[in-house]
T-cell receptor, first 116, second 114 residues
Framework: GAVVSQHPSRVICKSGTSVKIECRSL??????MFWYRQFPKKSLMLMAT?????????EQGVEKDKFLINHASLTLSTLTVTSAHPEDSSFYIC????????????FGPGTRLTVL | AQSVAQPEDQVNVAEGNPLTVKCTYS??????LFWYVQYPNRGLQFLLK??????LVKGSYGFEAEFNKSQTSFHLKKPSALVSDSALYFC????????????FGSGTQLTVLP
């Protein structure tokens, strides 16, 4: 199947700093990318959907000014957690999808963010 | 609105025994159904999907799932469980609508006991 990478795999930062997470589709062009947040032993919560070249669509309750998403190309999307706080600590997973009605989503390996 | 229910938080099964992880869904229109597996501190790996056609879908690692429209179910099965199958399993659904977003179930932790 198609491969999606995320970088970094884990990051520890101080409260108040910003952290950028990259998501890349390595062998396909992703028209749509998704960002999820997962709490321990919980399901994935969709944060936002981004289409290349346009603004991301955020889910209700997700602060767009706090979680900045950029989808500048068909193979790269970035999530920047601005002014991170300990409550932002979580496992962030990106996903990319090919065009087509029946296409499945391919998931990145996730990024563990710990805010001290 | 679409939703997915995984009624069991935890499923334990002995190695070599058959396993079933349950999933029911609710959508307007025809569902596209998926199963994913997640190992600790990893992203989700695709196992199988149902789009159309045969109700019995075969996927990776010997897993299969049966689409049952009347019961709105898509249970995941494997004839003989392995210890290495122990992981967190997610069922997901979406439709062919313009949003086409995946909605995930709450996940089921499968533990295969040696």
């Amino acid at each position: 199947g198609a491969v999606v990478s995320q970088h970094p795999s884990r990051v520890i930062c101080k409260s108040g700093t910003s952290v950028k997470i990259e998501c890349r589709s390595l062998d396909f062009q992703a028209t749509t990318m998704f960002w999820y947040r997962q709490f321990p032993k919980k399901s994935l919560m969709l944060m936002a959907t981004s289409n290349e070249g346009s603004k991301a669509t955020y889910e209700q309750g997700v602060e767009k000014d706090k979680f900045l998403i950029n989808h500048a190309s068909l193979t790269l999307s970035t999530l920047t957690v601005t002014s991170a706080h300990p409550e932002d600590s979580s496992f962030y997973i990106c996903s990319a999808r090919l065009a087509g009605v029946s296409s499945e989503q391919f998931f990145g390996p996730g990024t563990r963010l710990t805010v001290l | 609105a679409q939703s997915v229910a995984q009624p069991e938080d935890q499923v334990n099964v002995a190695e070599g025994n058959p396993l079933t992880v349950k999933c029911t869904y609710s959508v307007s229109g025809n569902p596209y159904l998926f199963w994913y597996v997640q190992y600790p501190n990893r992203g989700l790996q695709f196992l199988l999907k149902y789009i159309t056609g045969d109700n019995l879908v075969k996927g990776s690692y010997g897993f299969e799932a049966e689409f049952n429209k009347s019961q709105t179910s898509f249970h995941l099965k494997k004839p003989s469980a392995l210890v290495s199958d122990s992981a967190l399993y997610f069922c997901a659904v979406r439709t062919s609508g313009s949003a086409r977003q995946l909605t995930f179930g709450s996940g089921t932790q499968l533990t295969v006991l040696p």
